[in-house]
């Protein structure tokens, strides 16, 4: 099986995208448990991380419904 070249490169993409934010996040979340403390840290993580969830699941039902048109 061999893919198309803009799916290898939507791959590689995500792969560093996924590799970059998973090496950065937890010492993020150290430098403002630093700075502002862990309790208001803590809320910012966490409504960044919900806003990157809800903005996955937007994207995946908008990418499907392209698909679906096509």
């Given at each position: 099986?061999k893919?198309?070249?803009?799916v290898?490169?939507?791959?590689?993409?995500?792969f560093?995208?996924?590799?970059?934010?998973n090496?950065v996040l937890?010492f993020?979340?150290?430098?403002?448990?630093h700075?502002?403390?862990g309790r208001?840290?803590?809320?910012?993580?966490?409504?960044?991380?919900?806003?990157k969830l809800i903005?996955?699941?937007f994207?995946?039902?908008?990418f499907?419904?392209s698909?679906l048109?096509?």
């Amino acid at each position: 099986m061999k893919l198309q070249p803009n799916v290898k490169l939507r791959l590689l993409i995500m792969f560093i995208q996924n590799t970059s934010t998973n090496s950065v996040l937890p010492f993020m979340a150290l430098l403002l448990t630093h700075y502002l403390g862990g309790r208001k840290a803590g809320i910012i993580l966490i409504v960044g991380v919900a806003i990157k969830l809800i903005s996955s699941i937007f994207n995946q039902s908008q990418f499907s419904i392209s698909l679906l048109y096509i």
